[in-house]
């Protein structure tokens, strides 16, 4: 198994040479393509989209929590994807999320400025003034990118495996050294997951008292306040793996507890189809500690829950905790 | 609001996709758990407390088919959706006029299904020290379960859809229907993809 991530700078072949190597070595592609499909698979719509990038190539780091948790939710979705397939990843900063991990080969695409805007210029039509901005405008942007997720440079030679200049190898020959680092290397005989193992952080991040990850969480903990039912939050993590020398390895922490009815809640915004890593953990944890009673909410439980109480289908009732313009959690366990 | 003529339970009114339960099938279970009613209180006076609004048309039903001499009262507590404050707290609304200490209480639903309100609803009542306090729905949502309600006299299982009818709601519509009908997701707003 195996995850080759290619990053391109503006004006190199790179969504070509991409597309030509999955085809090639029969990996899945992950491009702009695939990011809208998963996108809208999460309830991310473009719009949604184009917000958390304009926020992050606007500098700012520190952007809203609920951008940042559509951040992270998909760099959470590439994770998901490389525990079921053997992905070519195009830019979107793989080459920080699976940096150093084996199984895993990163080619960057270089050539000479003068060649990348010659190239921009004649394919998009512009002129040379406008291919440079272009250039550089999209360099910035890629930049940011990796630097706001994972605070790495992108020109670090460190993060690459392979550097190919593009002004000095046809595509057809650039293909062919990917294939042959790929067989080279033995990426296909490393265990699925040593790859994705630890992707993502397993122990989640401690919080302020009484705040929560995001508003679903926030009205399920009014809901209980409500109707008087005591419940605490994020109380205990449940080991779920560690390694030879005891370190843990991987861990779930439930969103809510209620000592009464001695029940784990766990709330999931995504749809339910794609939240295959949560069950596994939960199906984890029900296998190692039988004991523990542990229900899931999926996005359409919460959402049958308000349309109970007619919190759903009018603009003056409608409730901001899951869907298309809702607060996404990123929360990592 | 198009409604069928009482009686006629094969025709939809708007917005129902599905009769879940006929009426006839209602009045049957009914008068079955009249009689197992009757039998578990043969013995005392019971108290029967519905809870509104919910509860109205079954308890009607349901008490004309339980031949032994019984009480009524009606309890009525606020609803999540009436919520102003993000502070709110359940309360009750209409109390009790009825002394239920060392009674033989009955609460009587429409629906139990996270079982939020008939939980309170219980801690509330058992405070008030009952000899004894059961619980009687014409319809268990148990898939939607939070709060553990141990339910004596259950009429039907439902699944996890939105059910109307037969005293039960969608924002104070389709109480009068004569049947249980499934509600259309797109008029309360899911998306059951």
């Known amino acids: 198994m195996a995850v080759v991530t290619i990053t391109s700078q503006p004006g190199c072949p790179g969504i070509e040479l991409a597309a030509r190597l999955a085809g090639r070595i029969g990996f899945s592609l992950v491009d702009k393509t695939t990011f809208a499909q998963l996108s809208g698979e999460i309830d991310l719509d473009e719009a949604r989209l184009r917000k958390v990038d304009e926020a992050i190539?606007?500098?700012?780091?520190?952007?809203?929590?609920?951008?940042?948790?559509?951040?992270?939710?998909?760099?959470?979705?590439?994770?998901?994807?490389?525990?079921?397939?053997?992905?070519?990843?195009?830019?979107?900063?793989?080459?920080?999320?699976f940096r150093n991990r084996p199984g895993t080969l990163h080619v960057r695409l270089v050539a000479p400025r003068?060649?990348?805007?010659?190239?921009?210029?004649?394919?998009?039509?512009?002129?040379?003034?406008?291919?440079?901005?272009?250039?550089?405008?999209l360099e910035k942007e890629h930049a940011r990118y990796l630097r706001f997720l994972y605070r790495l440079n992108p020109a670090?030679?460190?993060?690459?495996?392979?550097?190919?200049?593009?002004?000095?190898?046809?595509?057809?020959?650039?293909?062919?050294?990917?294939?042959?680092?790929?067989?080279?290397?033995?990426?296909?005989?490393?265990?699925?997951?040593?790859?994705?193992?630890?992707?993502?952080?397993?122990?989640?991040?401690?919080?302020?008292?009484?705040?929560?990850a995001n508003t679903a969480e926030t009205e399920f903990a009014r809901f209980l306040r409500f109707y008087r039912i005591p419940f605490e939050y994020e109380s205990?993590?449940?080991?779920?793996?560690?390694?030879?020398?005891?370190?843990?390895?991987?861990?779930?922490?439930?969103?809510?507890?209620?000592?009464?009815?001695?029940?784990?809640?766990?709330?999931?915004?995504?749809?339910?189809?794609?939240?295959?890593?949560?069950?596994?953990?939960?199906r984890k944890l029900r296998r190692l500690y039988p004991e523990v009673n542990i229900r899931i909410f999926y996005q359409r439980d919460f959402h049958n829950l308000m349309a109970k109480y007619g919190l759903l289908g009018s603009p003056e009732k409608s409730h901001p905790g899951f869907g298309r313009d809702e607060e996404v959690k990123s929360k990592r366990k | 609001?198009?409604?069928?003529?009482?009686?006629?339970?094969?025709?939809?009114?708007?917005g129902i996709v599905e009769i879940l339960i006929t009426q006839e099938a209602i009045e049957r279970r009914i008068a079955e758990m009249g009689k197992e009613i009757a039998s578990a209180y043969r013995d005392c006076l019971p108290l029967l407390v519905g809870v509104l609004k919910g509860c109205v048309v079954f308890m009607s039903d349901l008490v004309k088919r339980i031949d032994i001499p019984l009480e009524m009262d009606f309890i009525s507590v606020m609803s999540y959706a009436g919520v102003q404050s993000p502070g709110g707290a359940a309360r009750i609304t209409k109390d009790l006029d009825t002394v239920i200490e060392g009674r033989d209480v009955l609460l009587v639903e429409g629906i139990v299904d996270t079982g939020m309100t008939a939980g309170y609803i219980l801690r509330n009542l058992q405070a008030r020290a009952p000899r004894s306090l059961r619980v009687c729905t014409l319809l268990d949502k148990e898939v939607r379960r939070i709060v553990s309600i141990p339910i004596s006299f259950r009429g039907f299982k439902v699944p996890d859809r939105f059910v109307v009818g037969y005293g039960l709601d969608y924002r104070q519509l389709y109480r009068n229907l004569p049947c249980i009908g499934i509600l259309s997701d797109e008029i309360i707003g899911l998306d059951r993809s």
């Open chain 1, 236 to 282: 205990r993590t449940f080991n779920l793996e560690t390694d030879a020398n005891g370190r843990i390895v991987e861990a779930f922490t439930p969103d809510f507890y209620l000592p009464e009815q001695d029940l784990y809640i766990e709330l999931t915004t995504m749809k339910q189809s794609l939240v295959t890593r949560k069950n596994r953990k939960v």
């Open chain 1, 57 to 97: 190539l606007k500098g700012d780091l520190h952007i809203d929590p609920e951008t940042e948790a559509c951040v992270r939710l998909l760099q959470d979705l590439i994770a998901q994807l490389a525990e079921e397939r053997d992905l070519v990843i195009i830019d979107r900063s793989a080459q920080g999320l």
């Open chain 1, 114 to 137: 003068k060649f990348r805007v010659r190239q921009v210029r004649t394919r998009e039509g512009l002129s040379g003034r406008e291919a440079g901005r272009l250039v550089g405008a």
């Open chain 1, 156 to 212: 670090d030679p460190d993060l690459y495996d392979l550097t190919l200049r593009m002004d000095r190898l046809s595509i057809d020959q650039a293909l062919t050294l990917m294939a042959t680092a790929v067989d080279g290397m033995d990426l296909l005989q490393v265990p699925r997951d040593r790859i994705v193992k630890d992707l993502l952080p397993q122990v989640p991040e401690k919080r302020d008292t009484g705040r929560f």
């Open chain 2, 1 to 14: 609001m198009k409604m069928n003529r009482y009686g006629n339970v094969n025709a939809r009114p708007d």
